[in-house]
């Protein structure tokens, strides 16, 4: 019963360090997404994926980017962080018209 | 454009008490879904309803229960008789199922209910 899962849960990162956000799902959708959450805001799009080898931008994908090899990994890069990178991240997969089913939540930190 | 709007930022009661949340979406779409997801303090993701444009009946699980008015735009949800544990922030959320599913999130509204 594994669903979503990301790592790192908590990352300190110093003014321009790159890291990589990982994120698997053992349910076999194809929709998978990343979304960031800054304080007392909703829940931004940031990039998505509708299968393996498919990706496209979201609302807010300046200073990030992805990949989906395969269809259970769907990592997000960040390539030079910048506090405005401070934030939580969500990964999410969907089968598809329903209900997306998120994961933890990683929780960054770039100072 | 979608948008979702909770105008309300915070509600505080106290247990026992009802209390309703509000949300009020925009969308150019004939069909599209309606979420409510629930985020505890521990930070999860949890949801809680998905509502088809095509269904407006009002649905009742629990405690719970969700009001879709597709006149007013609006697809309310209500807590009957509030507990400790449903202190949270909820969203609510619009997703276009011809369009990838993408979430479109409202701001969230804090519940705080006070024992």
């Known amino acids: 019963n594994a669903g979503v899962t990301q790592t790192p849960k908590f990352r300190i990162l110093k003014i321009g360090q790159s890291m990589t956000l990982q994120c698997a799902q053992d349910?076999?959708?194809?929709?998978m997404y990343w979304y960031r959450q800054d304080p007392g805001m909703g829940l931004k799009l940031i990039y998505y994926s509708v299968g393996a080898g498919i990706t496209d931008k979201g609302e807010v994908p300046n200073g990030y980017n992805v990949s989906r090899s395969t269809t259970e990994d769907f990592p997000l890069r960040l390539e030079l962080a910048a506090p405005s990178q401070t934030s939580v991240y969500f990964c999410a997969s969907s089968p598809e018209t329903t209900e997306a089913f998120f994961g933890q939540g990683t929780r960054l930190t770039v100072v | 454009a979608q948008k979702v709007t909770q105008a309300q930022t915070e509600i505080s009661v106290v247990e026992k008490e009802d209390v309703t949340l509000d949300c009020v979406y925009e969308t150019r779409d004939t069909t599209y879904y309606l979420f409510w997801y629930k985020q505890p303090p521990s930070g999860e993701l949890v949801f809680l309803i998905r509502?088809?444009?095509?269904?407006?009946q009002n649905e009742i699980s629990g405690r719970y229960s969700w009001n879709f008015q597709k006149s007013t735009s609006s697809f309310n949800f209500t807590i009957t008789a509030s507990q400790v544990v449903d202190s949270a922030v909820y969203f609510c959320a619009l997703s276009d199922p011809y369009n990838t599913d993408k979430l479109i999130f409202g701001t969230g509204t804090r519940l705080q209910v006070f024992p």
């Open positions: 349910m076999n959708h194809n929709y």
């Open positions: 509502r088809n444009s095509f269904d407006e």
